[in-house]
């Protein structure tokens, strides 16, 4: 029999075929090149023994759901361009070939290493830990036919077998099912395919193993394992030849069109339904899965050949968040109790607070109930007339929803901007939006042509003859589940001018105003790109003439080519220039006579780093600003973004001396930006200091609110 094709067979090409600009000659790093060595980051993190083993086994999760978001809308979006011919080429100058090629070498060994860490290091210590997960041929007899009554009695009857004709066309498969190819023999027509769709919305992933210790079932096999064991059930009469597993990625980034339909709800509902249909883009299959049938699957998928991975670990990584669920806290991150601010208790009344001074919140450090309190007073707060927020990512069981409702009932105006093309989130906030119309709340569907990313909470309250407007704005979703895993940074005032500013904006989102200017917000995607450069030049320029500049941006994407050649001219000028950028990153530092003056690093940890701080010396006149934008086209260019100034000194103090330089200084889970677009683990130098960030921002929180 032939040897069977491995990932490592087809990186050959793609290495012979690399461009000299993937090598460096550009002064840019390819955006997708720049997410797969962000995998890679996120992969290392579930190899980090430091971690708690269940926290092991979230970060391997990630990488299978991030790999599934990657495929079906960037890959999808190269595959596009290779079959129509791309409208304007990236910064770095790849053809889409050359940057499929590329993904496909750069992929391949992280692909391997996710193998080799389930099979060789997670699943061993799992056991070990008292979390086995079985093979079903490996079990004893007993076990195996307390199994097989369950598959009988309870998923039997769910499944449904397909014939796979080659000859015929070809059954749809739906996008990210684990599926398995039956190769049976039928006593007069021979060899025959069947495809099997197992039914993950019915079933765990993880089935229990009866007959396991009475309140601690931590035995299990797979689904698809336990279905694959079973399948004569299905087939009586038939040999089961062979059974291998598949998974189908199917193209999801969908095109939003108005011109048949009624408005823009509508118009998202019918463009959500096409993703379920979307071309197939990927297509992962076992690592014994035969060449011949590896090539129909291809042929009948219109799939190139880079875009076919053999497995070794379980498909569907993703699936494994379940494990998350068991009742091991030993296995998790310990948790720990966020800061709340004495005067922003409850009892408290958190508007006065705010008249007295603005309010900063680092989440998950300081608690998100605060915000659902000023929230919730607000809302039965007679003198407050009207409510405004916007929306973008919204939990199932949102307070900050009860609060809206609760005021509508109250007799306030209430509008919410909830954004419904918010990517995967599409239909929850569709649900969402009905739900808040239903109670009254005037509700805005987004914009047509932008994504409303700012997050931002107005409350108008009438003093005296005096109208307050609060202020409420953040780099973080208005979620109280992600406040609890993001590390984002919200800000509340009573500023006259940021309310003017607020307002203004709230009224070019929900009417047509067309506002061009503001007082102290940057706004995307109006003034906020020419603003940040603007600043960028100008600490250059006072370099030139003093020598003391100084930017320091936290963030989590730059790959603008606009900002990035501001800052490649700033550190030529030689500003110095520190860039902590957790994710995707076009700019090359070090580069001798283009950004030797530049160092970027990137945090990957417990929780997600979500907040963005750009700090400006200038010439002692220093600013800081925070908010929802990354310095990325999209965040510039097709979305409403805001950027806002600290304007109380004591939380710009604690943010330049203390939480910007933390972030800079990590030594345990931050790695270093190489010219060549690598990273490499920064490791603490015998004698320094070591420090993990996040667990300095645990250890430490509520220190920002100090008064001295």
């Not at 908010?627 to 304007?647: C, I, T, Y």
Request: hydrophobic share 40%; glycine share 6%.
């Amino acid at each position: 029999m032939p040897a069977r094709k491995s990932n490592a067979d087809r990186k050959t090409s793609a290495h012979n075929s690399k461009s000299k600009k993937q090598s460096g000659d550009s002064p840019f790093i390819n955006r997708e090149i720049s997410w797969v060595r962000f995998h890679k980051r996120i992969l290392e993190e579930a190899q980090d023994n430091t971690h708690p083993l269940l926290e092991r086994v979230k970060f391997l999760a990630i990488c299978g759901s991030n790999l599934d978001e990657f495929f079906m809308v960037r890959v999808s979006g190269l595959k596009r361009q290779l079959k129509k011919g791309a409208l304007e080429a990236p910064p770095d100058g790849l053809t889409p070939l050359e940057q499929l090629e590329t993904i496909n070498e750069e992929l391949l060994p992280l692909l391997e290493a996710h193998g080799k860490l389930w099979h060789g290091d997670l699943q061993p210590k799992l056991r070990t830990a008292g979390i086995s997960i079985h093979s079903v041929k490996d079990l004893d007899v007993d076990k195996r036919q307390g199994l097989r009554d369950y598959f009988e009695r309870m998923i039997f009857p769910a499944l449904t077998p397909l014939a796979l004709d080659f000859n015929q066309p070809f059954p749809f498969i739906s996008n990210l099912s684990i599926n398995l190819a039956v190769s049976v023999r039928h006593p007069q027509r021979g060899d025959r395919y069947a495809r099997v769709k197992i039914p993950l919305d019915l079933f765990p992933r993880f089935v229990p193993i009866p007959g396991s210790a009475p309140g601690r079932i931590q035995d299990f096999v797979l689904l698809e394992d336990l279905v694959a064991d079973n399948l004569d059930l299905m087939f009586p009469g038939m040999k089961i030849r062979d059974v291998h597993v598949f998974r189908i990625t199917r193209d999801a980034d969908i095109e939003i069109t108005t011109d048949e339909a009624e408005d823009l709800l509508t118009a998202i509902e019918e463009s959500v339904e096409t993703r379920r249909v979307g071309s197939p883009i990927r297509l992962e299959v076992d690592k014994d899965m035969p060449d011949k049938l590896v090539d129909l699957f291809t042929t009948k998928l219109g799939l190139h050949p880079l875009m076919v991975f053999r497995s070794t670990a379980p498909l569907s990584l993703v699936g494994f968040w379940d494990l998350l669920s068991l009742n091991r806290p030993d296995l998790k991150d310990p948790p720990f109790l966020p800061h709340v601010p004495a005067d922003l208790v409850p009892e408290k009344s958190l508007m006065a607070a705010v008249e007295h001074r603005d309010r900063l919140f680092y989440h998950p450090y300081d608690s998100f109930v605060p915000m659902v309190t000023f929230l919730k007073q607000a809302a039965n707060d007679p003198q407050v007339l009207a409510i405004k927020i916007t929306l973008y990512r919204i939990d199932k069981h949102s307070p900050i929803i009860d609060a809206l409702m609760e005021a509508r009932e109250n007799g306030k105006a209430v509008a919410a901007v909830v954004e419904l093309k918010a990517r995967f989130d599409e239909e929850n906030n569709i649900v969402w939006a009905r739900a808040l119309e239903n109670a009254g709340v005037h509700v805005v569907y987004g914009l047509m042509d932008l994504k409303v990313h700012a997050k931002l909470l107005l409350v108008v309250r009438k003093a005296g003859d005096s109208i307050i407007r609060y202020s409420h704005m953040s780099s973080g979703n208005y979620n109280a589940q992600t406040s609890r895993i993001y590390g984002d940074i919200g800000y509340l005032t009573a500023d006259p001018d940021i309310g003017a500013d607020v307002a203004d904006l709230f009224n070019y989102l929900t009417g047509y105003s067309h506002k061009d200017s503001y007082r102290k917000l940057m706004v995307a995607p109006v003034t906020l790109k020419k603003e940040m450069i603007s600043r960028i030049d100008r600490e250059a320029a006072r370099h030139r003439e003093h020598g003391d500049g100084y930017l320091a941006f936290k963030l989590n994407g730059l790959l603008d080519p606009d900002v990035i050649q501001a800052l490649y001219r700033a550190s030529q000028d030689g500003v110095r220039i520190d860039l902590n950028v957790r994710g995707l990153c076009a700019l090359r530092p070090g580069v001798k006579g283009l950004s030797e003056n530049i160092k970027v690093n990137s945090i990957v940890g417990r929780f997600l780093e979500h907040a963005r701080i750009y700090y400006f010396r200038n010439g002692g006149e220093e600013e800081v600003f925070l908010g929802s934008s990354d310095m990325m086209p999209r965040n510039l260019k097709r979305r409403v973004e805001v950027l806002f100034p600290v304007l109380d000194e004591k939380y710009r103090r604690r943010l330049v001396d203390e939480i910007l330089p933390i972030h800079l200084k990590d030594n345990v889970k931050s790695r270093d930006m190489l010219p060549d677009g690598t990273y490499v683990k920064r490791k603490p130098i015998k004698g320094e200091e070591i420090v993990h960030s996040q667990d300095w921002l645990i250890k430490n929180r509520g220190s920002w609110h100090r008064e001295e």
